[in-house]
């Protein structure tokens, strides 16, 4: 079975400083994988999506993700933080065999101005 | 384009009390997901609906039911209501089979239950 760690719960960063948000996953076949975001009071959002294509994978907001495979893991980045990216993160892994998407447990960024 | 609406937003029941939340996908999409996000567990997958039929279950006791209509629009059901049941519950769509891996959840915006 597939599963999802999310190191740190909590990450603060200054505004305009690099955000770094860690995922390391485990599956037993090939991954699909996810970042959604969610602001308060609201549903997830889809920040971007790996399946296999290229390893580097660009999403909303100047957001990106790697696919490393050799350190299974699939770390968010963004090279400059906004105070509207304080929201909460979640990273989350899929495959192709009918099992649901599973998530990891979130990582809170908060933006310092 | 409308996107995935959930009712109740906001609703307060009692223990032992029942509660049915509904959800309306986007259109189009056929296979509907209800997750349970609280701050402690995350986000747990409680099923997953596709052309009214239960494709995958969660490890939720049977107090947990849920149910999807020929308009694909989904119900889901929490009987003899706990105060552990308080969460948010959030229902997502999406275009795919539940076989495709690299199917784009789209979420509601959630129902929260709390239970008194």
């Known amino acids: 079975a597939q599963s999802v760690t999310q190191l740190g719960s909590h990450v603060s960063v200054s505004e305009g400083a690099l955000v770094l948000l860690r995922c390391n996953y485990s599956?037993?076949?090939?991954?699909?994988l996810f970042w959604y975001v969610q602001y308060p009071n609201q549903g997830l959002q889809l920040l971007l999506k790996?399946?296999?294509?290229?390893?580097l994978v660009k999403g909303i907001n100047g957001f990106e993700a790697e696919f490393k495979k050799s350190e299974t893991s699939f770390h968010l980045t963004k090279p400059s933080a906004h105070m509207s990216d304080a929201a909460e993160y979640f990273c989350?892994?899929?495959?192709?065999?009918?099992?649901?998407?599973?998530f990891g447990k979130g990582t809170r960024l908060s933006v310092i101005a | 384009k409308a996107g995935v609406t959930q009712t109740p937003r906001y609703l307060i029941k009692t223990r032992g009390q029942q509660v049915t939340l509904s959800c309306s996908p986007i259109?189009?999409?056929?296979?509907v997901s209800w997750y349970q996000q609280t701050p402690g567990q995350g986000l747990q997958f409680l099923f997953e609906?596709?052309?009214?039929?239960?494709?995958n279950k969660g490890n939720f006791p049977g107090r947990f039911s849920g149910r999807q209509f020929s308009n694909s629009r989904s119900e889901m059901n929490v009987s003899t209501l706990e105060l552990g049941d308080s969460a948010l519950y959030l229902c997502?769509?999406?275009?795919?089979?539940?076989?495709?891996?690299?199917?784009?959840?789209?979420f509601g915006a959630g129902s929260r239950l709390t239970v008194l």
């Open positions: 259109s189009g999409h056929r296979s």
């Open positions: 989350a892994v899929s495959n192709s065999g009918n099992t649901p998407l599973v």
């Open positions: 609906y596709f052309s009214e039929t239960q494709r």
């Open positions: 599956s037993s076949v090939p991954p699909y």
């Open positions: 997502a769509s999406s275009l795919g089979t539940p076989s495709s891996g690299a199917n784009v959840l789209t």
């Open positions: 790996y399946t296999s294509a290229a390893t």
